[in-house]
């Protein structure tokens, strides 16, 4: 899809369009939650399991607590409970047994203040087109009466489609390039240099156009020392640049982009990710040294 991508902006002239853009935002989600549906369809159960409401009185209240429930936008969390007999040979039997084209590749045991020990095992599966992760996480409890609560979460998280915006048109003569190298650089922390060449500017515009899309949700990010690359894209004649990128190489690699009209007013921002690989790229083909800042 990504090449798709830039070889659209060559052909239109800059111009993207709703088809090269894959997918609509709604469209992804729609595919998440048929995966859900789809991977809940791959459950093997045991003899003697029986699907029951979540406020069934025979499940266990820990199991309410636990899952793969997430505050992600861009996530479809699908829950289904069971009951099934002989709760110490249900539980050894689904620590035995694989869901159809499933992977296990998560398991553990945890307990709490007044809260029954819980077991849980996590599968992922292969993802279509526009979906990043796809599991089945199985969720246990043996309750008192000696019966096995399972919860069975299919989380799948789909991949956001990315803006117009975060797209850098063809038809630059010379991209300006800034390397700022963070709070912690005291001496020659700026350095500016101008790139002509038609090859080059290619080069950094196809790796622009190739990141990934930013993920929306909560995430976890590397140490930042404030280290970022600034780079405006300039045609012929212009009085100011008709876009300009600022990749982030540390931290999660954000990577913002602009898009100016003529008179120099804003036309919209994109948002993506995988600012460390750009600004690796542009530092080694231009020669600029302690691109990633001092710690």
């Not at 009185?57 to 793969?68: D, F, H, V, Y």
């Not at 689904?94 to 819980?118: A, I, N």
């Not at 963070?182 to 990141?211: K, Y």
């Amino acid at each position: 899809m990504v090449s798709a991508l830039v070889l659209a902006m060559v052909n239109v002239a800059g111009v993207a369009t709703a088809s090269t853009l894959g997918p609509t935002n709604a469209q992804r989600r729609t595919t998440a939650v048929l995966e859900a549906r789809h991977l809940l369809a791959t459950l093997t159960l045991p003899n003697g399991s029986r699907g029951v409401a979540r406020n069934n009185p025979s499940i266990n209240r820990t199991l309410l607590s636990m899952g793969a429930g997430s505050i992600d936008p861009d996530q479809v969390d699908l829950t289904r409970y069971y009951v099934v007999a002989r709760g110490e040979w249900a539980l050894n039997w689904f620590e035995t047994h694989l869901p159809r084209g499933g992977t296990r590749t998560g398991w553990g045991t945890g307990s709490g203040p007044g809260q029954s020990t819980s077991h849980t095992l996590t599968f992922s599966f292969a993802t279509p087109p526009n979906l990043s992760e796809a599991q089945l996480q199985y969720s246990m409890v043996i309750g008192s009466s000696g019966e096995l609560g399972v919860r069975v979460d299919a989380d799948v998280l789909w991949t956001p489609r990315k803006s117009s915006y975060a797209l850098v048109a063809s038809g630059a003569v010379k991209i300006v390039v800034t390397m700022d190298r963070g709070l912690n650089v005291t001496s020659h922390r700026v350095t500016t240099l101008t790139v002509t060449s038609p090859a080059t500017i290619d080069l950094i515009r196809s790796a622009i156009n190739a990141a990934p899309v930013a993920m929306p949700g909560v995430t976890s990010c590397p140490l930042d020392v404030g280290a970022t690359m600034t780079l405006s894209f300039w045609r012929a004649g212009a009085s100011g640049p008709f876009a300009t990128v600022v990749a982030d190489p540390g931290g999660c690699g954000d990577v913002t982009v602009t898009q100016w009209r003529g008179d120099g007013t804003r036309r919209g921002v994109g948002h993506d990710s995988g600012g460390g690989t750009i600004v690796r790229l542009v530092a080694t083909s231009l020669g600029i040294r302690g691109w990633m800042g001092a710690l």
